[in-house]
């Protein structure tokens, strides 16, 4: 699976839209973009995934750039219960064993 | 909503003792994943199961460790004589079927071994 590369830190007023980049230059052409977020110490949540098109659903919204090569999840409104570490992980195959970096820890200021 | 519970939530043991983690997947889900996080560290995948049998485990699921789904509902993680380096907390996680691409992940159950 390709290796990805996220900020070790983003800030974010509430109410404002938080956009956390990531970079896959590596992913290979059956890879997906998956987005999964950690609050505190409770298990990982999914957020979204993608393939190469852009992607909405009630949580966020995904972005992939043209190339594959980077995608950015978009919190629209994000909240102080969005505080959490973030996760981007590219993963082909659906066995389900996903390789977990170290994330974006996202914190949400009043 | 449903999702998939662990019990217990945290269990403390001494070093060399068995412990088994339980996990209730989600109903009518088929593929199941046990991963652990030691405390600061990443999240690590340690072994997925699927029609009764371990269809891919990680270099840390050694000899230790073992998983079964002994009454189709329940899904375990037993590690035979526990380390102090098996301090963690143990998440399981449950797919519907091949396709699916999101994984539900309970709420994990932390382990203290002293």
């Known amino acids: 699976d390709a290796k990805t590369t996220q900020p070790t830190s983003m800030d974010c007023a509430e109410g404002r839209a938080a956009n956390l980049p990531c970079n896959h230059s590596t992913i290979s052409g059956n890879e997906y973009v998956y987005w999964y977020r950690q609050i505190h110490s409770q298990g990982p949540q999914y957020i979204i995934h993608?393939?190469?098109n852009n992607e909405t659903n009630e949580m966020a919204s995904l972005i992939i750039t043209e190339d594959r090569k980077s995608s950015t999840l978009i919190l629209p409104h994000a909240t102080l219960r969005d505080t959490a570490v973030y996760y981007c992980i590219v993963n082909a195959g659906n066995t389900g064993k996903l390789i977990f970096g170290q994330g974006t820890t996202l914190q949400v200021k009043p | 909503e449903p999702e998939v519970t662990q019990t217990p939530s945290h269990q403390v043991t001494q070093m060399g003792q068995e412990v088994i983690l339980r996990c209730v997947p989600i109903?009518?889900?088929?593929?199941f994943y046990w991963y652990r996080q030691i405390l600061g560290q990443k999240v690590e995948f340690l072994v997925s199961?699927?029609?009764?049998?371990?269809?891919?485990k990680s270099e840390i699921f050694d000899d230790q460790f073992s998983v079964e789904r002994p009454d189709g509902s329940n899904f375990t993680l037993k590690i035979r004589s526990t380390k102090l380096e098996d301090s963690a907390m143990y998440f399981c996680?449950?797919?519907?079927?091949?396709?699916?691409?999101?994984?539900?992940f309970g709420e994990g159950s932390r382990l203290t071994v002293l």
């Open positions: 109903s009518n889900h088929l593929y």
């Open positions: 996680a449950s797919v519907p079927g091949q396709g699916a691409r999101e994984l539900f």
């Open positions: 199961f699927y029609n009764n049998e371990i269809s891919e």
């Open positions: 993608g393939l190469k």
